[in-house]
């Protein structure tokens, strides 16, 4: 290169690939506080600081602790500078206190937590905008600022299923997911066994946990093509499968019976009929939908009565992103682009999940729908590290939940955004988690046919 001036990034290329990033971090940031916003003001303060679960904080500490975060990477680590707050450190430390406990905590007030959280946001915005996004890995990228949006959409999910949780009249209100007419599928596809890409070690804002990519060899297996619906899952009640225990592990049947459960979570029977309570209404269970609320345990059960089992991470990610034509791993079942609204259900755009079989144009190669979005898929694998994992930037976002007492969920529901939804992004949660957006799908062994 000649001349003086250096145009060229060590993360973003040139220039103008520095440019574009912070405008997709602007983007994604502007977004998740959009949300947040949205989130907080539609409940009085009264609603703000109360513990509406013990498994849930108060919303007030979820949108304090998110402009904490924020500070401490984008403010004093990424720009360098002096501490806003660091008293308020120990109280909006995940690690620090049980949610439990948070509402006896010295919090900071609504309007505190809201004008700490803004005042941030104006510092970090002045920060993005000087930014080369080049120089040091967190900066390589945007990563910094993708990991920040990333999370605050994160207890923005957080948030919203404290909001199912909330008793009273409804504070959130948005469309149904659209209609996508379409002819019978079948009920199961087939996937080729062999070697896939799994993971990645491209993916600009991935998190520690999805890298890096190795290979993985499955053999082949059948898999269901959409999620299971409430309709399939009442005809394994009407089966008696909350009291037959051939179908439960052994944990999952003492769970059930120690609480007496008979149904996926914020679901009673009335008059014969099964409702559900949805965002503070009640209405009849839609039988087309995805079912959701359901624990691990539950989902293990329904997949050994109808004679199947939940697929394991491995074949969950090749279902979703192998195409068996070119050979390689895509971004997402429909190829590398981002998700837009026909792909799939993201971003709270809908409070519910979409009717089984919805969006074609995101399905995978193989014919698989709604791989990404709508609801949380359980898998049967435990939450452990990739060969060559190394944890980035720090040891608590995913190395300290390695181990068997967590399960794998994919693919994201309705109440992620898409900056934290991929065919490679991994969650984890305790079997037991039935609060949760989370469903599942069922697969087979092919050398069983």
């Keep these: 290169m000649t001349g003086t001036t250096d145009t060229t990034t060590n993360g973003a290329g040139t220039a103008a690939d520095a440019e574009a990033l912070r405008t997709r971090a602007l983007a994604a940031l502007t977004r998740a506080r959009e949300r947040t916003r949205l989130l907080t003001d539609s409940v009085d303060d009264g609603e703000l600081t109360a513990q509406h679960s013990p498994l849930m904080s108060p919303l007030v500490w979820d949108l304090a602790h998110i402009g904490n975060q924020e500070e401490l990477w984008l403010w004093r680590e990424v720009a360098g500078r002096e501490a806003l707050r660091p008293e308020i450190d120990p109280l909006y430390d995940a690690f620090a206190h049980p949610r439990s406990e948070r509402p006896s905590l010295p919090l900071l007030s609504p309007g505190e937590a809201r004008a700490y959280a803004a005042d941030v946001r104006t510092r970090v915005l002045d920060v993005l905008a000087g930014a080369r996004m080049e120089g040091r890995p967190l900066l390589d990228a945007g990563f910094a600022f993708g990991m920040i949006a990333q999370h605050e959409q994160q207890h923005d999910e957080t948030m919203l299923i404290?909001?199912?949780?909330?008793?009273g009249p409804a504070a959130l209100t948005a469309?149904?997911?659209?209609?996508h007419p379409s002819g019978p599928l079948p009920e199961e596809v087939l996937v080729p066994g062999g070697p896939f890409t799994m993971g990645t070690s491209d993916e600009p804002w991935a998190l520690d946990n999805e890298r890096p990519a190795h290979t993985?060899?499955?053999?082949a297996f059948h898999i269901d093509t959409v999620p299971v619906t409430n309709g399939a899952y009442l005809a394994f009640m009407a089966d008696g499968g909350y009291t037959d225990r051939r179908w439960w592990h052994p944990d999952g049947w003492a769970q059930i019976r120690e609480h007496s459960v008979v149904a996926p979570l914020f679901w009673r029977q009335e008059a014969g009929q099964w409702l559900r309570r949805r965002f503070g209404v009640t209405e009849p269970v839609p039988e087309d939908e995805p079912v959701v609320h359901v624990s691990w345990y539950e989902a293990d059960a329904y997949a050994r009565w109808a004679g199947r089992r939940l697929p394991t991470e491995a074949e969950w990610e090749k279902a979703a992103r192998h195409d068996p034509v070119s050979g390689r791993s895509r971004r997402y079942p429909w190829g590398d682009a981002d998700p837009g609204p026909d792909h799939a259900n993201l971003g709270q755009r809908h409070l519910r999940p979409a009717r089984?079989?919805?969006?074609?144009?995101g399905a995978s190669p193989l014919g698989v729908r709604q791989l990404i979005g709508d609801v949380w898929e359980w898998t049967a694998s435990d939450f452990l590290p990739y060969p060559g994992f190394r944890a980035f930037p720090y040891k608590e976002y995913s190395e300290v939940f390695f181990g068997p007492e967590y399960k794998v969920l994919r693919g994201g529901s309705f109440a992620v955004d898409a900056v934290a939804c991929r065919g490679t992004f991994r969650n984890w949660d305790y079997p037991v988690r039935r609060q949760i957006f989370a469903g599942f799908r069922t697969a087979r062994s092919a050398e069983l046919d």
């Design 162 to 167: 404290t909001h199912q949780l909330r008793r």
């Design 175 to 179: 469309p149904p997911p659209p209609v």
């Design 216 to 219: 993985r060899t499955v053999a």
């Design 356 to 361: 089984a079989g919805s969006y074609p144009a």
